[in-house]
């Protein structure tokens, strides 16, 4: 008797010992399972953030990736109003898909959604505008797109040409100016009369030996340097209403991104690899696009006409400037070519019998010299060929006859010296930064603007980065913050 009482105390010891137990393990696993539970939705969370993120940034607008290889998320979405909100509604869309299980195949079956998220509190907190820090941000984006295609030599060359060029003064140098007052000099003596003892004076008549040329300087650059039939560019844009108005008149949105500050050296580098930028993906006379608001781009952005014409007109004339100084230049210290001019300006004041105008004469023969060696310079770079930015003997082309008859000839590529090309770089590099960036940018638009789809197109609001908070709520009594930030380039 005893020993079937004392069974069934044991057998009850054991029943409240493993009820015991069992409370205890099922408390530990609802513990590992709710946590679990929340360090998967956490995890999911930081995913989703992360992925949405991503899928915000991969909807960049296409036609400026495809025209000027720059990625921006242009946060109008083909509206009329750009901002930040719209941005928000595209990342909290890509939130709820992708924590969204509904979509799972058979999921209302099989599937019980163990996290059971939700986006709760989008904000989009600070972003990066393209035309933040007076187009910095731009510009940047522009050298990191080519800064790996090109070579640091050209900068070395185009330092070079600069210092030539403010050393020996050649932009500064007015040689039309020293002609015309050479020509009132001349003037001066023409019709004077002399008393030779006879019944009549004697009536001087002399004349600037280079007049003919400076009669052809009045029918203006363009018809001295372009054929004829050339088919010159009749595209205009109208300015009003582009980033450059809009910036002057304060009406641009801002982001709120700090912009990196850079050294001297690293301001150089991205101000070369900027210009390099825009030689690849803007035309200018001789690599034109029709489908551009202009076809002359770059001239453009170093003159700011509004014309294809009166731009490249402004261009040519800062070429001719700085090549009849060059040219000048050469021949003062050519002996051989100043010893001809002597000759012929003697020659001209003996039969004038006004020695005292030699000296006169003599300038004026070399600086219509100049000029017509300086307009066959600008023919031969119009042609694609290359010319020295001072000549020598070598690669001087006129001899002083058919200088100042006018006698052109056929242009004869040297093959060594500056191009075109060099000489927009040349402009650019000497045009003020913000000012080089803001033409750009208005180029970039009015050109997006022509596209399809695109009227209202504005690089203000065009985020090249972006950073957002991010509140994401469960269906089981807890939330999570995300933050994120991205950026198309580092």
């Known amino acids: 008797m005893r020993k079937k009482e004392s069974a069934k105390g044991e057998n009850a010891y054991l029943t409240v010992y493993l009820a015991l137990c069992i409370t205890l393990l099922l408390s530990l696993c609802l513990a590992l399972i709710e946590g679990a539970r929340r360090n998967g939705a956490r995890l999911e969370t930081e995913i989703a953030a992360e992925v949405s993120m991503q899928s915000v940034l991969a909807e960049f607008h296409r036609e400026l990736f495809y025209q ?9 979405y083909g509206t009329e109003l750009p901002g930040k909100a719209n941005t928000e509604r595209r990342l909290e869309y890509y939130l709820e898909k992708n924590l969204d299980k509904r979509e799972v195949f058979l999921g209302f079956l099989f599937y019980r959604d163990f996290f059971d998220l939700s986006p709760e509190n989008i904000s989009v907190t600070r972003v990066s505008v393209l035309t933040d ?12 797109a080519i800064k790996d295609d090109v070579g640091l030599n050209l900068l070395t060359e185009l330092q070079d040409w600069i210092q030539v060029i403010e050393i020996n003064c050649l932009e500064e140098r007015d040689v039309e100016a020293e002609m015309s007052s050479l020509d009132g000099e001349i003037q001066e003596y023409d019709g004077r009369e002399f008393d030779i003892g006879e019944e009549e004076p004697y009536v001087l008549h002399v004349s600037n030996p280079a007049g003919y040329l400076e009669e052809q300087r009045k029918k203006g650059i363009l018809k001295l340097v372009l054929e004829e039939d050339s088919d010159l560019s009749d595209h205009a844009i109208q300015t009003e209403g582009l980033i450059l108005d809009r910036m002057e008149r304060g009406q641009v949105n801002q982001g709120n991104i700090d912009i990196k500050e850079l050294s001297e050296g690293e301001q150089l580098l991205e101000r070369f690899f900027f210009q390099e930028y825009l030689l690849r993906y803007m035309g200018h006379y001789g690599r034109e696009c029709d489908e551009d608001a202009l076809r002359y781009q770059l001239e453009y952005l170093v003159a700011g006409g509004e014309s294809d014409v009166d731009n490249l007109r402004t261009v040519l004339k800062k070429i001719c400037v700085i090549r009849e100084a060059a040219n000048t ?3 003062y210290s050519d002996q051989e070519k100043c010893s001809i001019a002597e000759l012929a300006a003697a020659l001209v004041c003996d039969l004038a019998m006004v020695p005292e105008l030699a000296p006169v004469l003599e300038a004026a023969i070399l600086l219509g010299w100049a000029y017509a060696e300086s307009i066959y310079d600008i023919k031969v770079l119009l042609a694609g060929g290359k010319v020295p930015l001072v000549k020598d003997r070598d690669t001087w082309h ?9 006698n052109a000839e056929e242009q004869e590529d040297t093959g060594s010296g500056l191009s075109y090309e060099d000489y927009l770089r040349i402009f650019m ?3 003020d930064r913000e000012v080089l960036t803001a033409r750009a940018m208005n180029m970039v638009e009015a050109d997006i603007r022509l596209t399809p789809g695109n009227g209202a197109f504005r ?9 957002a908070y991010m509140e994401i709520g469960s269906g089981y009594g807890f939330d999570f913050q995300a933050t994120r930030e991205k950026f198309y380039i580092d």
């Open 133 to 144: 820090g007076d187009g910095a941000v731009f510009r940047n984006c522009a050298a990191d």
């Open 398 to 406: 006129y001899g002083l006859d058919s200088a100042l008859s006018g």
């Open 68 to 76: 000027y290889n720059i990625f921006a998320v242009d946060s109008s």
């Open 429 to 431: 590099m000497c045009t």
């Open 329 to 331: 230049l050469y021949l």
């Open 459 to 467: 690089l203000d609001g065009c985020y090249a980065g972006l950073e």
